[in-house]
């Protein structure tokens, strides 16, 4: 039987993408489970969803603690008996030419961007394999694809993190599907980590077509509602007006 709605866990749901696909899945039936280190945010955000007739539950979440990761995954499994997918979605930007120096910000960037991802993928692994599968949705950017100038460690960390899922998809085919979502700018807060003076100006003018977060959350929504059969493996949606 082809279970349409899912259990799915999402990291990162306190703004932006997240949210958006916090709240696109559950008005789509799916129960959803919700963290980040915002728990004020996630319970307002579980309120509402719970309120429109979603279900959704919450647990402060540092992705950065492979530790604290897995006891967020086996929250959901608590909460709901199982884990069909992980929307591996936290993520930081604080972009910066790298002769500024700013290692402290390049190191956070590796922690959440790529330690996160990882420790998402070791949390849930164990019981989707237990359960009979599963499904991972990692949101990388076009920064997976490309360098742009004061990016590079950003785009290191999102080519990490489609290397990452290209190896996962290999290993576990059969059982386990793998999606990477690869967005263009999109309205979230992540541009509010850039301390550098100029990388911070010229976001401005990408930000001028940026998507609605909600864009993303429909191809997340699309990669979860195929059948059993179908693995979508990666998905890029840019602003149309972007070059
Ligand atoms: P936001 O800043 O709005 O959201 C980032 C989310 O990550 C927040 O919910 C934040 O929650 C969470 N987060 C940050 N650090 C941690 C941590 N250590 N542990 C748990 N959660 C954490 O930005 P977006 O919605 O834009 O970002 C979502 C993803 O999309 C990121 O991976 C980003 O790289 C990617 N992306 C975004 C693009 C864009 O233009 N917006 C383009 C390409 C990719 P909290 O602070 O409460 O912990």
Known sequence: MTQTTKVVAITGASSGIGEATA????A?????????????????????????????AFRKLDVTDAADTRTFVDAALAEYGRVDAVVN?????????????????????????????????????????????????????VGAYEVSPTAAVYCATKFAVRAISEGL??????????????????????????SDPEAREAMQSYRAVALP??????AIAYALSQPPEVDVNEIVVRPAASA
Not at 23 to 26: E, F, M, P, S
Not at 112 to 139: C, D, E, T
Not at 213 to 218: F, L
């Open 89 to 141: 979605n936290a993520g930081l930007m604080p972009l910066s030419p790298l002769a500024a120096l700013k290692t402290e910000e390049w190191n956070r960037m590796i922690d959440v961007n790529v330690r996160g991802v990882l420790h998402g993928i070791a949390a849930a692994l164990p019981a989707m394999r237990a359960q009979g599968g599963g499904h991972f949705v990692n949101i990388a950017s």
């Open 23 to 26: 709240r696109r899945l559950a």
């Open 169 to 194: 998809r290999q290993e576990s085919a059969g059982d386990i599907r793998v999606t990477l979502v690869s967005p263009g700018v999109t309205e979230s807060e992540l541009a509010d980590s850039i």
């Open 28 to 56: 789509g039936g799916h129960r959803v489970f919700l963290g980040a280190r915002r728990t004020g945010r996630l319970e307002r955000l579980v309120e509402e969803i719970t309120r429109e007739g979603g279900t959704a």
């Open 213 to 218: 977060a909600s864009a993303i959350a429909e």
